[in-house]
């Protein structure tokens, strides 16, 4: 797959940037604007090849790392917007649990409806309520009132749930975004 050389190096230094606990906005911003269908694709590709369970339990460092990455990837191919929507509701579909997760992130910051009830499936057939609050998000970034009964749900979790407050802080703040959105 050919991707653009601008693209390619700058994407190698916010993987650098990622190594030294930094998220870079600036870069994030330059690099959506040089990302086409190959670039999407090579980002998602990206997510596909971080794979947690090759972690080994010393290995926080790594986990933080794998994280901003997964967060960058998925702030650049929300900035893309359209053109990365129709192969981020594909990654939904991945094998890989952090791939579904950080597309559907992505797909929440472009606030595609289109991916509506995709993401609520998963978020539904998540068995891990650690997992959850990334759907969680991304529904309520998504902007649309179809979401609202969803996160009631989540926001009422009952104290005998371990845990709770990884979903219904996430339940809160996106119910607080989509009354914002009315």
Do not use: C
């Not at 794979?51 to 990837?73: F, G, H, N, Q």
């Not at 609050?133 to 969803?150: F, K, M």
Request: charged share 35%.
């Amino acid at each position: 797959m050919q991707i653009d050389k601008e693209f390619e190096e700058l994407w190698e230094e916010i993987v650098n940037d990622n190594t030294w606990e930094v998220i870079p906005e600036d870069k994030i911003e330059r690099i959506a604007q040089l990302a086409g269908s190959n670039e999407v694709h090579y980002l998602i590709h990206e997510l596909d090849k971080l794979k947690d369970e090759e972690l080994t339990e010393d290995s926080e460092e790594a986990s933080d790392e794998y994280w901003r990455r997964r967060i960058s990837v998925a702030k650049i191919l929300g900035k893309v917007g359209i053109e990365a929507e129709d192969a981020l509701i594909k990654a939904l579909d991945s094998k890989n649990d952090r791939t579904r997760e950080y597309a559907a992130m992505a797909l929440g910051f472009m606030q595609s409806k289109k991916s509506f009830v995709k993401i609520l499936e998963l978020l539904e057939s998540t068995l891990n309520i650690m997992d959850k609050w990334i759907y969680i998000e991304a529904l309520g970034n998504l902007g649309d009132q179809r979401a609202v009964p969803y996160l009631e749900k989540y926001e009422k979790t009952p104290e005998s749930i371990r845990n709770k407050h990884v979903v219904v802080r996430p339940a809160i703040e996106a119910l607080e975004k989509l009354n914002k959105s009315k």
